[in-house]
Nanobody
Framework: QVQLVESGGGLVQAGGSLRLSCAAS????????MAWYRQAPGKQRELVAT???????NYADSVKGRFTISRDNDKKTVYLQMNSLKPEDTALYYC???????????????WGQGTQVTVSS
C-alpha cells in the first residue's frame, strides 16, 4: 500500500525554524513532482512549493526567500525547510507526490495526512 507520511511539525515562536519531511513508501515505480501545500483554518488549501524529479523548484510568493523545498530520490523523501516563520504560516501542511506505480500505470497524485505547524507571536 502506498503511503506518504509527514513529520516535523510543531509549535515554534515567530522568527524560528522548522523542517518538515515526507517519506513515500510502498510499491512505487517512479516519483515525479513532489509538493507541499498548507491549509489554515477557514481558508482554502494553497500550494506552498513544488520540486520536480529533476530538482527544479517553485514557491508561493508568500514564502519565497524563507522556505526551501528539496528531495532525496533515494529515500523517496521531500523536505521543507522553513525559516523566519511568521504567525500567518500557521496551518496544516500536506505533502503531495505524483506517483507511477507500474509500467502500465498512469500518474496519480497521492497525499499525506498532514502535519500541524503553529507559529506563536
Amino acid at each position: 500500500q502506498v503511503q506518504l507520511v509527514e513529520s516535523g511539525g510543531g509549535l515554534v515562536q515567530a522568527g524560528g525554524s522548522l523542517r518538515l519531511s515526507c517519506a513515500a513508501s510502498g510499491n512505487i515505480l517512479k516519483i515525479d513532482a513532489m509538493a507541499w501545500y498548507r491549509q489554515a483554518p477557514g481558508k482554502q488549501r494553497e500550494l506552498v512549493a513544488t520540486v520536480t524529479s529533476g530538482g527544479s523548484t517553485n514557491y508561493a510568493d508568500s514564502v519565497k526567500g524563507r522556505f526551501t523545498i528539496s528531495r532525496d530520490n533515494d529515500k523517496k523523501t521531500v523536505y521543507l525547510q522553513m525559516n523566519s516563520l511568521k504567525p500567518e504560516d500557521t496551518a496544516l501542511y500536506y505533502c503531495a507526490a505524483d506517483l507511477r506505480l507500474g509500467v502500465w500505470s498512469g500518474q496519480e497524485r497521492y497525499w499525506g495526512q498532514g502535519t500541524q505547524v503553529t507559529v506563536s507571536s
